[in-house]
């Protein structure tokens, strides 16, 4: 079977499973008690290791084997969850990012985790650092005689998987002894043993196997297995169905009835199971005697007779490049709507005007659904801030709680792919600047465990995303001291400069505070390449900040970046653009009320004076001149706390408009963002208020 096919899926998937492990193991670390989180983390990294060994991407699958080992120890109660296991766990977690990012670039998947394995194994044998040891396996898995046939001690089931079992009975299910040989020929007994367990699994529950499932995985058994199963298929389908595998040369399937169940606990009656075993095939150490293929729940202690089915999934995958040829089939059906109202305007016919108003409104509803299907929760960059922060701290010898709210706050697509590295970079520095040690934290009579805000949150067209910290907070004199070192500022223009002004010198080129270089911070790079990218973006950072008390930034951002509202405006004989999320309002300025100071024209505008811009100077409009005219239409502008008013010739309307790059064979024009295609053909270019200003 090809493979390749399946490879986009297993990605995804993957995926999905490893931040799923990365979540539940920083719960298990805050509840290192809790079996239930250890059963959820071994399913996943159970599922995982399945699917790697099936596209064949075995140092993938035989590192997650290894870390079941230790999840298997420790949902047993034999290990005692301690922070050595938690790092190794990580690091194991961080090898297969690094295996399926490989998997991703079109690699292998292969990676030299031997000194992980071995960290691994050495838990596994109890050798953790001032921990205790894991408890040596039970008689269950004890080395048999070589040849020796299988005896009553190692089919007993235990009290706990005797209840299942008579429960099940009890409920009207069907309990199976099942005996499975492989054929002597056979060169991957696991795998096909694998292939068995999983078909079985689909149909109902194992409760117990012999050997165990690890020792099976490991080929440690001859050719054949035994195992206890629950299920309501009959045993004739469950046994055609078994022997349509590849290499299974014969499977017996016994029932199980009430008398024969008490038989057996009672060891009244010797179930005839025969299976040879080696020696040399079991290691006691390494694998549980109770070990189910089939997790149940001590918490929940319920049996696997009464699992209820979970309801199919009503979602689907959809390959982002499909979502982009929607959103691009959706604008020209925009472009042409705006068209056809051109048109019924200058026909004015009434069925035609119906008809454009009835596809208006057709046309919204889909504008709707297509930018919904475009939105996408930003917790998906969220979910891997946590294990972050933890891994930052830690190295920093902080102690630090990330508290995320607003997860459930929706971006567009092209957003989400943008944000998450200048994300990274403002908690790492409020990670390293901004929260004090635990000595310092102490010393200023705060806790010792700092906190940090991760908030997002819809206002208007927009969406805030703040990082705030209980640290110290951003101290003026000493960013000044180094921006006038560093010659971002002079002395004299720092005398002047107010809190805000000061905070964004933290956003300049090669600027940094830290006394020393390390891994995390004193490079020059970080917030000054979270300035241009959520600049990129049509957004902007606000910092505010309290000495001794912590500091807030606040990142504004666009919701989409595809389709925005926008005011039409005309220069001459050319139209423009501007994005209506940066308008702060339009109006009339008389020609008397122009100033010019130290050749710049500045306008009065709320108790106190804006630069005024001239378009058509800046963008050479050669048949329009607003200095010939008594008053001229304005639009104010806003970035951030800056604001500037742009003179225009007139105001043609508000619409919605699709946003159209201008192309890798054209060179980058100032002040402009992109262009769009109005209803009537021609093509608008869309001013980009941020570089106006700046």
Known sequence: MDMNQYLSMFIDESNDHLQSLNEKMMELESSPEDIGIVQVIFRSAHTLKGMAATMGFEDLAALTHQMENVLDLVRNDKLKMQNFIFDTLFKSLDALEAMVQDITQGGEGKADVTSIVEALQAIVRGEVPGGESASAASSETKPAAAGAVMSKEQVQLDEFQHSILEQSLAAGHRVLYIEVSIREDCQLKAARAYMVFDLLERSGE???????????EQEKFDRSFSLYF????????????????????DAKLTPIDSDTLVQLTEKQEEVKAPVEVEAASIEPAAASADNTSALVSDKDKQPAAKKVVAAPSRTIRVDIERLDVLMNLFSELLIDRVRLEQLATEIKNQELSESVEHMGRVSSDLQNIVMKLRMVAIDTVFNRFPRMVRDLAKSLGKKLDLVITGAETELDRTVIDEIGDPLVHLLRNSVDHGIESIAERIAAGKPETGTVNLRAFHSGNHVFIEIQDDGKGIDRNKILASAIKKGVVTEDESRSMTDEQVYQLLFAPGFSTAEKISDISGRGVGLDVVKSKISSLGGHVMVTSTLGEGTLFSVQLPLTLSIISAMMIRLGSEKYAIPLSSIVETGIIRKEQVRSVHGSKLIPYRDAHIPLMSLSRFFDAPDYNEDDEEETEIVVIRKGDRLAALAIDSFIGQNEIVIKNLGKYL??????????????????LILDPNALIK
Do not use: C
């Not at 060179?667 to 608008?684: E, H, K, R, Y």
């Open 230 to 249: 629950i299920t309501e298929k009959e045993p004739e389908e469950l046994h055609a169905m078994i022997l349509n595998l590849s290499e299974i040369e």
């Open 667 to 684: 060179p980058q024009a100032q002040g402009i963002s992109g262009a769009t295609i109005l209803g009537d053909g021609q093509v608008a």
């Open 206 to 216: 194992v409760v117990k196997s012999h050997p165990t499932v690890q020792d099976i």
